[in-house]
């Protein structure tokens, strides 16, 4: 059953880390067509953060096996955890964005809001879709947990193919299932084939293995480039993303293994949700008062954004968010 001892994996949280910076970074820059350090690295990030996120997932679910009544258990534990801020966050933006709406990047749709929010489109926080795309895959996940999760990752990677082709559906409840249910489930495969052979592959763990992934990163981020600035393909965008994703994989584990930054990272994954949840709205303050009212240099509002859109949620959830049960479950479900 799905009953047991809860495991923990420092390597999954510095990945955590790590992809929650990445979400900083890119709600901090604005991307440009053409090459420059700072488009780049926002749409270099972009590449692969998401689906990170959603790797994670699918990794620390693995393939857990459920009865019926724990299946409604755990249905009821997603909707608290993912759900309930969802709700609680998108009600919040709303009001800002009538009261200040004037400074708002994005208006509020009013005609479309009720029904927007309900499919998970055009939600008055863009941020939010995250949770509402894993609530739905979560739920898929947990009705289906009785199919081995290399079945399901090739049967949804097969979706996500027609998608691109032929059904073309994006931004709402199809459209995310199609686009991350594939990489849900591939971190379930890789907690259950890879995560420990990998940790005792000296290939990966030696002095030889940080020198490679050193070189790899180069490489990948080449590859990247490519995909950004010049071919636009189906094939490569994938593969950027698969690439991209266990490259943080392989990251974190090389991280834990050799303690570099470690606190840091662990940090960092520890108030992953706080970060994505009230990052937002540090983020959107700085723009507003530095960027549209006292209209300072993008550059400096741009670095305000993403030094502060890291440091205050940690505080603010430190001092208040958690320390009040109301708060904990509004914002960060817990």
Request: proline share 2%.
């Amino acid at each position: 059953m799905g009953k047991g001892k809860k495991q923990y994996f420092n390597e999954i949280n510095i990945m955590r880390g790590m992809a929650v910076l990445c979400v900083v970074i890119g709600h901090s820059f604005n991307p440009t067509e053409t090459p420059t350090i700072l488009g780049f690295v926002k749409s270099f990030v972009y590449c692969f953060h998401m689906p990170a996120f959603f790797f994670i997932s699918g990794f620390l679910e693995g393939e857990k096996r459920r009865s019926f009544s724990e299946k409604k258990q755990a249905i009821v534990k997603k909707v608290k955890r993912l759900m309930v801020p969802y709700f609680f966050l998108t009600v919040v933006t709303a009001v800002l964005k009538i009261l200040f709406g004037a400074f708002a990047r994005n208006p509020l749709q009013y005609s479309t809001l009720v029904v927007d929010v309900l499919i998970g489109r055009n939600n008055p926080n863009g941020g939010l879709w995250f949770l509402y795309a894993l609530f739905i895959i979560s739920i898929f996940g947990i009705l289906f947990d009785t199919v081995n999760r290399a079945i399901l990752t090739g049967v949804m990677l097969v979706l996500y193919v027609l998608n691109a082709a032929v059904f073309k559906q994006s931004g709402y409840i199809i459209g995310f299932f199609f686009s991350y249910a594939w990489i849900y489930f591939m971190g379930g495969v890789a907690r259950r084939y890879f995560y420990a052979n990998l940790k005792k592959l000296q290939l990966v763990m030696s002095a030889k293995g940080r020198a490679i992934t050193v070189v790899a990163s180069a490489g990948y981020m080449v590859l990247a480039f490519v995909r950004i600035y010049s071919v636009q393909s189906l094939i490569l965008t994938t593969a950027v993303t698969i690439i991209g994703v266990f490259w943080l994989f392989i990251i974190a584990m090389q991280i834990e293994h050799y303690h570099y930054g470690e606190k840091l990272w662990m940090l960092l994954g520890d108030y992953g949700m706080d970060i994505y949840m009230i990052g937002y709205y540090v983020q959107q303050a700085i723009f507003v008062v530095c960027g549209k009212i006292l209209g300072l240099d993008y550059l400096i509002y741009a670095w305000l954004m993403l030094i502060l859109g890291l440091i205050a949620p940690i505080l603010l959830s430190k001092y208040i968010v958690r320390k009040s049960k109301m708060l904990s479950i509004l914002i960060l479900g817990r």
